[in-house]
Each structure stands twice: as C-alpha cells, then as structure tokens.
C-alpha cells in the first residue's frame, strides 16, 4: 500500500509546475556570445530557409518532359570513294525523327559496292592475319574480322595481303585515319529544341518556345545568353563552343555533348516569368586530353539492288556528335 501512495505522489508530482534557479553571469563576453548565437538561429530561419530556399513554398521536382527536335543545314562532300554528295538532315541526323538524344554526322568514311564474295580479311584484323594456309582455319570465322575464311592464306600472289582470304562483304573496308572532317561546315546546322514540361501537382504545363505573335522570330533567331535567351534555335558550333569544345576538333572523331534544360520556377511570380535556362557540357571527357576512348564512330550500311537483280551494299563508318537532351526541373509556390 505505501508503495501505491508514492507511486501516486510521483505522479501527480508531473503535474507540479517548477521553476528554474537561474545564474546571472555578469559577465559581458558570455552575454553577448548568447545574444550573437540567437541572433544566427533567427537569421539563419529568415535569411535562408524563408527568403533564399523558400522553405515556406510548397515544391514539385516531378517533372514530365517531352523533347523535339530539328535540324536545318546542308553540306556537300567530295571524296574520291564517294564522288560528290549532299547531305540533309534526312541524311547526316541518326535517327532522322527528332529524338531528344540524336547523333549527326561530322565525318565518314563510305566502302562503296560491297558484294558478297570471296576477298582478302582487312590486315587491321589480328585474327585474319596469316603466313600460311595452315593459319586459316576454312569454314572458320575470323574473330573480330568481317567473314568466314576460305582457307587460303594470301601471300604469294601480287596483291599479297599476309591476310587470309574470306567469303563476305567485299571488298573490307580499308585503314583509315580521319584528318579533318569532311562535313565541315555541320558547325553552321541548326538544332530547333521544342521541349513541353508538365509538373502535375499545381496542373502547371508550358513549353521552352517564346510565345511570340511574331512568325518571323523562329525563322531568324538564334540562342544567345544576352540577347536571345528564350530562343529555342541553337547552331551546333555555338553549343560545343559554350561547352568549352571547338566544333572542327571534335567532329573530326566525334564526341558526345550534353545540352541540360533546366526549370526552376517560382509560380508566384506568374506564368510568363517561367523560363528554362540552358547548359552545356562535354560528356566523353576524361582527366587527361587525348584518351583512346574519346570520339564516337559507328558503322550502318544501305543496301540496294543492281537491274540485274545482285544485291550490293554501301557501308558507312561514321563519325560525329551525339547530343544528349538533359531536362530538369522543379516549381514552387
Ligand atoms: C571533286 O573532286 C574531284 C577530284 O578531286 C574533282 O575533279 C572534282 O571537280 C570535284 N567536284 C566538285 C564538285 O568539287
Ligand atoms: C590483284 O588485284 C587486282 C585489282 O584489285 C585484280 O584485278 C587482280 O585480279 C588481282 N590479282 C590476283 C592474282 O588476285
Ligand atoms: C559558318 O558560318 C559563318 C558565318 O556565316 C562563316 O563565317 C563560317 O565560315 C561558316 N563555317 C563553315 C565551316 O562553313
Ligand atoms: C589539354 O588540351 C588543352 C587544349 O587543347 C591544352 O592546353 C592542355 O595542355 C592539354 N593538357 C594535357 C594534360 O595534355
């Protein structure tokens, strides 16, 4: 029983209100070290979660994002496998319907007429490489090489190879090394960036295109930071140049650029003040400049059928940029 009352007494002890003894330090220097450290905590809560985080302001990062895209610009090429050629964007755009990551080509090298036959391996195959007949397994594939060896090693003929002879696409593409890039002036397209953003929690949707009444203004305007900032129409020599990259240097390997959208809104301020902001960046970058791995080049071919019913085949190694379309955001209010 007793030990009831004391744990009834310790409760209703929670209930008793009690005052703090206080020590007055009269002591300036600990006062005003106080008074300095409320002031912090306040300024800190004003100062930066209330005026420059907008802590109060309810957010939204879940943006949805569809990208557009179009490339205007044509250029001709002289090259002694392909005679002349004019390229459009039909032509130089992978793939040509207006994804948000494109590739166009700067540089290529065309193996022109390829027919299936019997011809030597390309010497850069290690592979395909042979001092005798022994070293060509026939019926074999070459590895890493472009057909299935006969079995003959050619090397005693005129146009020895020191390669073996393979049934494939003939003749093999040759060694090549770019020097400069054939597309030169790629630097001069133009890329039309449409970008429609939607960020369903304040139903608020809009798109990177200036609305403008003026027709005229999509036709003539080009991005620049300054003076056309809502100008969704950028030329490709003018975003390597913005990502700290000469166009020529890179087009002659290739390369990969990064063209980020960014939407930081704040609602409040109303509708017409929402813009996106753009940067850019070189993505195939590395600590040190000239790495093997840089530059980017693929290969696709096109096939086509003689009158006289024989299929032939012209490959492209094609080397270029890829622009990858990066879009980001978040609104407030
Ligand atoms: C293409 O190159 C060849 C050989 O270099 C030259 O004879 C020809 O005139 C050139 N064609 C054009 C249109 O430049
Ligand atoms: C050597 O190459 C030439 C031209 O590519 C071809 O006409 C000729 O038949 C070849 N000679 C032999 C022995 O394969
Ligand atoms: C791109 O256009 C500019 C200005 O119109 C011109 O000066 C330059 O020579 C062009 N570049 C190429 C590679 O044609
Ligand atoms: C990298 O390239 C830049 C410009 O092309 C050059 O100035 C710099 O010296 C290079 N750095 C190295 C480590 O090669």
Request: charged share 20%; hydrophobic share 35%.
């Amino acid at each position: 029983a007793e030990s009831l009352t004391a744990l009834i007494a310790r409760f209703l002890s929670l209930c008793d209100y009690k005052t703090e003894k206080y020590i007055v330090a009269k002591n300036k220097k600990v006062g005003v070290l106080y008074r300095l450290i409320q002031l912090t905590i306040i300024g800190y809560i004003i100062g930066w979660v209330f005026l420059s985080k907008k802590g109060y302001q309810e957010t939204d990062e879940s943006i949805q994002s569809s990208v557009i895209t179009k490339l205007k610009g044509v250029s001709v090429t002289n090259t002694s496998e392909s005679g002349v050629v004019v390229w459009g964007p039909e032509d130089y755009v992978i793939p040509p319907q207006g994804e948000g990551v494109l590739f166009v080509v700067t540089n290529f090298l065309e193996t022109p007429n390829q027919q299936l036959g019997y011809c030597a391996e390309s010497s850069k195959v290690v592979d395909g490489r042979c001092r005798s007949d022994a070293d060509c397994r026939g019926g074999h594939t070459v590895v890493a090489g472009n057909g299935l060896m006969s079995g003959r090693c050619i090397v005693s003929d005129v146009n020895s190879t020191g390669t073996c002879e393979i049934y494939g696409w003939c003749p093999v593409e040759k060694k090549f090394k770019p020097q400069r890039a054939l597309l030169a002036n790629a630097e001069n397209f133009t890329i039309y960036i449409k970008n429609f953003i939607q960020f369903p929690k304040f139903s608020f949707s809009k798109s990177n295109v200036l609305e403008t009444s003026d027709e005229s203004y999509l036709k003539s305007c080009r991005y620049d930071e300054q003076i056309h900032p809502y100008c969704p129409i950028f030329e490709l020599g003018d975003i390597t140049r913005r990502a700290g990259y000469n166009f020529q240097d890179m087009a002659v390997y290739g390369g990969s650029v990064g063209i980020m959208i960014d939407w930081d809104c704040d609602l409040d301020k109303g509708y017409s003040q929402c813009h996106p902001q753009y940067y850019f960046t070189r993505l195939d970058t590395t600590a040190c400049n000239r790495s093997v791995a840089m530059g980017f080049n693929f290969r696709h071919t096109r096939y086509f059928k003689h009158h006289t019913g024989e299929i032939h085949r012209s490959l492209f190694k094609v080397y270029g940029v890829r622009f990858n379309i990066m879009v980001h955001g978040k609104v407030g209010t």
